[in-house]
């Protein structure tokens, strides 16, 4: 029953965004914008603007500095890209020249600098041309730089840092910024002092012109706002937008907020019987806090046939992006993603893993350990702003380290009005925490459970964890330190190898970037044939039934098959531009995933996916 429930309930969601979407809001059309943006908007097929947006555009065409707080995946990027390529199209024509750029871009990581790079320029493609954004990543030195500021840009997307760095090295002149900044975009604005960043825009406010608009842009607001606003903002006018007066809660409601209470120690077993019995929808977007629980249950799940990749600030800048465009196109099903809440720490300071046995090391070992500090990339981070596609559900293996953190890491499903599922393990340590989330979404500590923003996962019982107990304790020793620390060192020495020697190939071969797979196998130890599968006796009568809703649930919601990227690589049959991966996405022929999940829609009352037939058509 609960299963139905969880189903109706999701089928409601959906209702619900269609009812949302009869409002009677004002179209693109009677904004006066620019009618190349008009078609831009159109080839992305955007029928109406979010509520976000509606607001928002026309008070920034006014010229107004906005302050704009609105929940995750509302649509904020656009809320402010639409107006300021207006605005450089309506000053310019889109033709005249100036001697600096007309727009900063300013956000707190590497990832959504190049997310909304790639929006601008895919805005900038129904411009004629001749417009030009560029984004200012980490690892550029000077020289490369300088090239990238060369023109100048119409618009710059960076870190506060790159920009400090363009200052100090005299790339960007501010002179020529006075006469020709006039729009500066904090996005994630909350984030960015956070991130480390004061200095920086510190540095950068003197030489913004006081006629610059300036549009502070985050879901969740917080001093460091209130600092950020009287260190940019000039203009007196500020408005401060939240989507929905009447509704003060900054998570979505197409967003169903679950928990599960275990032990620290029983977190994999939980992961597993939510995975291995289908108990939530795919995408799977998994949070961990450090590096080492993520190639820990990496390597755990391989145990068991489910496939996933890593996604943390050791990897390779271009590693990372490729990675989240693989899991965005749907080649892979789960990804799991380090958030440590912090920013530049080397890796061995990383928070201790309390259930990780303590190992000796002795002083000489330690020393040597210490030698071998790897630093995370201090722009590194896919909590804020990344818009990940079709996310149907997210978990945090581990809680953030902060409310806010929650907010944001739920925040990647249940955008643009899609329905998504959020569950959170809570250990008996990560109770304070679960309180301080309550507490910020408005939850009331004395409110009835039934209240509550956060309750019980209802589809997962008792009987089918413990079903899976002995298999996954099992697997879990031999998931040892040393296990994990190979793994890491080997994924690392694969990415660097990969990003280095495939940066020109992929430049001339964008489509094959496509075929590199993140989620191969890292165990040394191959998966046992017998963990692939749960045998009948240890299937669980309820859960199977939950599990039959969900795939229900996820058919009534339409969800667009992400397979269908899959079928385009496999019809291009493009070659692997790595001579030693198996790039081709694995396919099976009862059309069971990659993830190697039990296709359990054969074994219902015998009617299996119906098998394609083969006609070997002789050419
Ligand atoms: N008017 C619209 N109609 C439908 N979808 C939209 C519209 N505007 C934006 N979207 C889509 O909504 C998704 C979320 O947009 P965006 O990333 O800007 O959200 P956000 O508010 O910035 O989220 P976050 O708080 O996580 O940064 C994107 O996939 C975007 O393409």
Redesign the pocket.
């Known amino acids: 029953m609960a299963g139905m429930k969880l189903a109706e309930m999701q089928g409601e969601k959906q209702g619900a965004k269609e009812e949302e979407e009869e409002e009677d809001e004002i179209g693109?059309e009677e904004m006066g914008l620019d009618p190349r943006l008009l078609r831009a908007?159109a080839k992305?097929?955007?029928?109406?603007?979010?509520p976000?947006?509606t607001k928002a555009i026309p008070l920034i065409l006014e010229g107004k500095d906005v302050v704009a707080r609105?929940?995750?995946?509302?649509?904020?990027?656009?809320?402010y890209l639409l107006p300021l390529v207006h605005k450089i199209l309506g000053d310019t024509g889109g033709t005249a020249s100036y001697d600096g750029p007309r727009a900063f871009v300013l956000v707190p990581t590497r990832e959504?600098c190049q997310?909304v790079h790639d929006?601008v320029r895919s805005l900038f493609e129904h411009c004629g041309g001749s417009l030009k954004v560029v984004q200012l990543t980490t690892n550029m030195s000077v020289q490369t730089l300088t090239a990238a500021m060369a023109g100048p840009p119409d618009v710059v997307v960076a870190t506060p840092a790159r920009i400090s760095v363009c200052i100090q090295n005299e790339i960007l002149q501010p002179s020529a910024l006075q006469h020709s900044l006039s729009t500066l975009v904090l996005?994630?604005a909350d984030l960015l002092l956070s991130y480390g960043y004061e200095d920086d825009l510190r540095k950068l406010a003197p030489h913004i012109p006081r006629r610059c608009q300036c549009l502070l842009?985050?879901?969740t607001s917080s001093p460091d706002v209130e600092k950020l606003k009287k260190l940019v903002l000039h203009n007196p006018v500020i408005l401060t937008l939240m989507e929905d007066a009447a509704d003060e809660s900054i998570v979505p409601k197409s967003v169903q907020q679950f928990m599960v209470k275990c032990r620290n120690e029983d977190k994999l077993l939980h992961t597993l019987a939510l995975l291995r019995f289908e108990l939530v929808q795919k995408k799977c977007l998994i949070f961990v806090n450090t590096v080492d629980k993520g190639f820990r249950l990496k390597l755990f799940l391989e145990q068991f046939g489910i496939k996933s990749a890593v996604l943390n600030g050791e990897l390779p800048q271009n590693s990372r992006i490729h990675i989240l465009k693989e899991f965005n196109v749907g080649l892979f099903d789960h990804l799991i993603a380090t958030d440590d809440g912090k920013s530049s720490q080397p890796v061995n300071d990383e928070p201790k893993d309390e259930n990780e046995p303590e190992e000796d090391v002795s002083a000489e070992k330690r020393i040597r350990k210490n030698k071998k500090k790897r630093f995370v990339d201090a722009e590194f981070g896919v909590v804020?702003?990344?818009?990940f596609?079709n996310v149907r559900t997210v978990i945090n293996f581990d809680m953030p380290l902060t409310p806010a953190g929650y907010v944001?890491r739920i925040?990647?499903t249940g955008?643009?009005?899609n329905s998504g599922l959020s569950i959170s393990l809570v250990s008996p340590k990560e109770e304070g925490m679960l309180s301080l989330v309550e507490d910020l979404l408005g939850g009331d500590s004395e409110k009835s459970s039934s209240n509550k923003s956060i309750t019980a996962f209802p589809l997962l019982n008792r009987a089918a964890v413990e079903s899976l107990r002995y298999r996954a304790e099992d697997v879990s020793r031999g998931v040892t330190k040393i296990a994990i620390r190979e793994a890491r060192a080997k994924e690392l020495r694969m990415e660097i190898l990969n990003s280095d020697r495939l940066k020109a190939h992929f430049e001339d071969n964008p489509t094959d970037l496509e075929l590199l797979k993140h989620d191969k196998v890292l165990s040394k130890r191959q998966p046992a044939v017998h963990l692939q599968t749960v045998p009948e006796y240890l299937r669980d009568p309820s859960t199977e039934a939950a599990s039959r809703q969900i795939r229900i649930a996820r058919a009534v919601i339409g969800e667009k098959l992400t397979n269908f990227r899959r079928r385009k690589l496999k019809k291009a049959g493009k070659e692997d531009p790595l001579k030693t991966f198996s790039a081709k996405p694995k396919r099976r022929r009862d059309g069971s995933d990659a993830t190697g999940g039990f296709n359990k829609k054969k074994k219902v009352g015998g009617q299996g996916v119906p098998k394609k037939k083969h006609h070997n058509k002789k050419r």
């Open positions: 693109f908007i992305r097929k955007l029928l109406k603007p979010t976000i947006q609105a929940k995750t995946g509302s649509g904020k990027t656009l809320a959504l997310q929006d996005d994630e842009m985050s879901a804020r702003g990344v818009d596609k944001h925040g990647r955008r643009a009005g």
